[in-house]
T-cell receptor, first 115, second 111 residues
Framework: DAGVIQSPRHEVTEMGQEVTLRCKPI?????LFWYRQTMMRGLELLIY????????DSGMPEDRFSAKMPNASFSTLKIQPSEPRDSAVYFC?????????????FGPGTRLTVT | AQSVTQLGSHVSVSEGALVLLRCNYS??????LFWYVQYPNQGLQLLLK????ATLVKGINGFEAEFKKSETSFHLTKPSAHMSDAAEYFC?????????WGAGTKLIIKP
């Protein structure tokens, strides 16, 4: 299995631009999580999906952030417009729902820099 | 509400010495407990987990942790540190459908 795949691995953009981060979960996993990691705030859960449906988006910091999961094998996290304070590493993780719902498998992350 | 506390944002040990990373949790129901490791510029990977059964859990790379319900603790240990153990370690506790994460402890290995 290829594991959780994220793209791009690095993204540098200017303030005000739209940024789209992509994630492909492990096949068969029905939970998908988006996290943000910064030095100041540590690891923060932004949103998670179950069977492609958003369950809890209380961690999404602002309306500038949105996430979608159009099918079981793909999810996006979009920031529009981006701001320098959005600079962070964004992780996607997936887990099995019924058998082992808490063991999360992480992707390598996308390092976002907003200038 | 459930929470996880990791004592010490940085822990420094000499190569060959005992590693002890502390994790305490608060939970109203018996939780599942996890330790994850994050090497520089990588995602988190599962080190070990406690679900049910034996309270002493063995993980990868010689690490183990013991679930102590009376102390609400799940401390991570390794008898002899290796340079390759330098990383950040995260403790997590289960709540319905997700994990609550500790702030992380950076393990520094001195030669």
């Amino acid at each position: 299995d290829a594991g959780v795949i994220q793209s791009p691995r690095h993204e540098v953009t200017e303030m005000g631009q739209e940024v789209t981060l992509r994630c492909k979960p492990i096949s068969g996993h029905d939970y998908l999580f988006w996290y943000r990691q910064t030095m100041m705030r540590g690891l923060e859960l932004l949103i998670y999906f179950n069977n492609n449906v958003p369950i809890d988006d209380s961690g999404m910091p602002e309306d500038r952030f949105s996430a979608k999961m159009p099918n079981a094998s793909f999810s996006t996290l979009k920031i529009q417009p981006s701001e320098p304070r959005d600079s962070a590493v964004y992780f996607c993780a997936s887990s099995l729902g019924y058998d082992n719902p808490y063991e999360q498998y992480f992707g390598p992350g996308t390092r976002l820099t907003v200038t | 509400a459930q929470s996880v506390t990791q004592l010490g944002s940085h822990v420094s040990v000499s190569e060959g010495a005992l590693v002890l990373l502390r994790c305490n949790y608060s939970s109203s129901v018996p939780p599942y407990l996890f330790w994850y490791v994050q090497y520089p510029n990588q995602g988190l990977q599962l080190l070990l987990k406690y679900t049910t059964g034996a309270t002493l859990v063995k993980g990868i790379n010689g690490f183990e942790a013991e679930f102590k319900k009376s102390e609400t603790s799940f401390h991570l240990t390794k008898p002899s540190a290796h340079m390759s153990d330098a990383a950040e370690y995260f403790c997590a506790v289960s709540v319905p459908n997700q994990l609550i994460w500790g702030a992380g402890t950076k393990l520094i290995i001195k030669p």
